[in-house]
């Protein structure tokens, strides 16, 4: 798919803008720890949210530990519990996730796929992150402030959140909101660098039609962000003026211990719809990057062009646009007009259309593909597994009738896991695999690679797929212990110890993963330039690892699209971005 022809007479015009002198770091601390050039910065994000990732593995394994031996562990109590419930789901949501697909990721493939030497703004770039290590801090600061984090679960619903029965409502619930509003800032100032870059920042011949779905998908995420993150702010610095100030945004009239409480007026129901208004579009804001970055995976180790490129792109649009008109499927149990629910489940069934229009495109582009069974490809085809079994629940949740009895159970744990929690990582976890030897010019080593896959895509089945069987049995979620509740079924005992084993064992693969990378960066084989003979950018740079700058003297210009594999006619099975349609036919 080659299609030159961008100025008149089939050239390529000149650079509008000319090139502008980057800021060079004079020393160690300007080079490495206050640095503006954007792939320090993505590293420094993805170590940051890895380490605090950790801690959400820890506190799940001690989740786990609760259910499968109630009562056996005196350190894990029942405040403890929710404090690790809350805890958990927040990091894995918002500081792990959200912070590796957009800081990470986007900070150090956006210019490298557009043939840009930076950001357009280095300098906020910086202060995005360690604003964001701020949060970071003041989150993990809330273990060691009196009474603990918060435990009021990871949706924080008020009046719960702050009334003196929740645990951590002393100094929890204030560290909480104090970091999601340092998080929301420092992610505004890295969101406008990634949306101004995209439409200022391309190299000539980068037309957007010529990006690659991974900058897509980033893209589409941040515009969504800048628009629900807002929500979530106002949220929360509303919900502080009611912890400290007494105001009552979201508290009614209310009664606590036997005493009235000075609130009335307040609506909690107004917390949903903005906490929800921003968490529906955050599960895609997770999930659009992760289906970029998929798509590029699975055309390059599958040796074939993506199928359905523009479909592709307004799929994912289209996703993004929908995505802010279902979030009250999350409030089917909050006493909501009927009609409204009607609203709400067709939209939920709606948006499944641009979703599985994207999963033909990607079994279409394996179909009869020269498919190469890397560690990456591995991850991009347990993610494409993974998000159909996900997605298939969802089908059943966002139904009314399915929901309402299913809502506090077990199933809605489960299908939250697979489409949010696992499906993502395993596509981090491919992306890491694939740009490992741009970031250090070192492969990773494939053995642990591949026990790395199989025991992390294997026990993550076993744990999150006997939760459906206990969602349906009615075993309900976020209790601390069940005791001798008569519907819950013996079973339920035997595959919560299950799980957990299960759960130990994934743990466990992480460190092997985490050595892999730290073992590679010395002892990996050398990768080259282009080692998985891929067509895009980031690969064509002068040097690898790329220097602050990426392109040297000259900044690279666009001929074709991102997908030119096994074209007929070529010298090779691929033919990168930048290379003139001439220099690309065999002789």
């Known amino acids: 798919m080659s299609d030159v022809a961008l100025g008149a007479g089939g050239t390529i015009p000149p650079a509008e803008v000319e090139d502008v002198e980057l800021y060079h770091p004079k020393s ?3 080079k490495y720890v206050f640095c ?26 001690l989740m786990r530990l609760q259910l499968a031996f109630p009562g056996q562990f005196s350190f894990i109590q029942p405040a403890d519990y929710y404090q690790y419930i809350t805890m958990h789901g927040m990091i894995m949501v918002i500081y792990l996730l959200t912070a590796l697909f957009l800081g990470g990721f986007g900070n150090y493939l956006i210019p490298l796929m557009l043939g840009a030497r930076d950001m357009v703004f280095p300098y906020v770039n910086m202060l995005s992150y360690w604003v964001y290590l701020l949060a970071v801090l003041v989150l993990a600061a809330g273990f060691f402030v009196p009474g603990g984090p918060t435990g009021a679960g990871w949706t924080l619903y008020p009046p719960q959140a702050i009334l003196s029965g929740t645990p951590g409502t002393d100094w929890g619930i204030i560290t909480m909101l104090a970091s999601l509003i340092l998080f929301i800032i420092g992610f505004t100032m890295g969101g406008l660098n990634y949306v101004v870059t995209v439409l200022q920042g391309r190299t000539r011949g980068m037309t957007l039609m010529r990006m690659p779905l991974t900058v897509w998908g980033i893209f589409t995420a941040t515009v969504m962000a800048l628009l629900a993150f807002p929500a979530l702010f106002a949220a929360c610095v509303m919900m502080l003026l009611d912890r400290l100030l007494g105001t009552s945004f979201f508290m009614p009239a209310i009664v606590a211990m036997g005493q009235p409480l000075n609130y009335g007026g307040g609506s909690p129901i107004l917390w949903q719809h903005l906490f929800w208004f921003f968490g529906h579009p955050e599960v895609y804001i997770v999930a659009l990057p992760a289906f970029g970055i998929v798509s590029d995976l699975i055309s390059t180790h599958a040796r074939k062009n993506i199928f359905g490129y523009r479909m592709m792109v307004w799929a994912i649009v289209g996703i993004g646009a929908l995505s802010f008109i279902v979030w009250a499927h999350h409030m089917y149990i909050s006493g909501m007009n009927p009609r409204f629910g009607f609203f709400f489940a067709t939209t939920t069934l709606i948006i499944a259309v641009p979703t599985a229009i994207k999963v033909y495109n990607w079994v279409l582009t394996l179909w009869r593909g020269d498919i190469h069974l890397t560690v990456p490809m591995l991850f991009a085809l347990a993610f494409i597994v993974t998000f159909v079994n996900g997605g298939l629940t969802g089908l059943f949740l966002g139904n009314v009738v399915v929901d309402v009895p299913l809502s506090a159970t077990m199933f809605v744990v489960a299908h939250f896991h697979m489409v949010m929690g ?13 740009w490992y030897p741009k970031v250090t010019g070192r492969m990773l080593n494939d053995v642990m690679g591949k026990f790395h896959f199989w025991v992390t895509f294997l026990g993550a089945y076993a744990i999150f797929f006997p939760m459906h069987y206990l969602g349906l049995m009615g075993v309900p979620r976020r209790y601390y212990e069940l005791g001798d509740a008569a519907f819950v079924p013996p079973s339920a005992a035997t595959l919560n110890i299950f799980m957990t084993v299960a759960a130990l064992f994934v743990g466990f693969a992480q460190l092997v993963f985490l050595f892999n990378l730290i073992w590679s960066l010395f002892k990996g084989n050398a990768a080259g330039p282009n080692p998985w003979h891929a067509t895009t950018l980031e690969w064509q740079t002068p040097t690898t690892p790329p220097p602050h700058g990426n392109w040297g003297k000259q900044l690279p210009v666009v001929y074709r699209w991102a997908y030119d594999y096994s074209v007929p006619g ?12 001439a220099a690309s036919l065999a002789t």
């Open 28 to 30: 160690w601390v300007t």
């Open 422 to 434: 696992i499906a993502p990582i395993l596509v981090v976890f491919g992306g890491i695999y694939h």
């Open 570 to 581: 070529a010298k090779q099975d691929f033919i990168p971005q930048n290379q003139p349609p």
């Open 36 to 61: 503006q050039d954007a792939k320090v910065i993505a590293l420094q994000y993805s170590a940051t949210a890895l380490a605090i990732g950790l801690v959400a593995l820890v506190l799940s394994w």
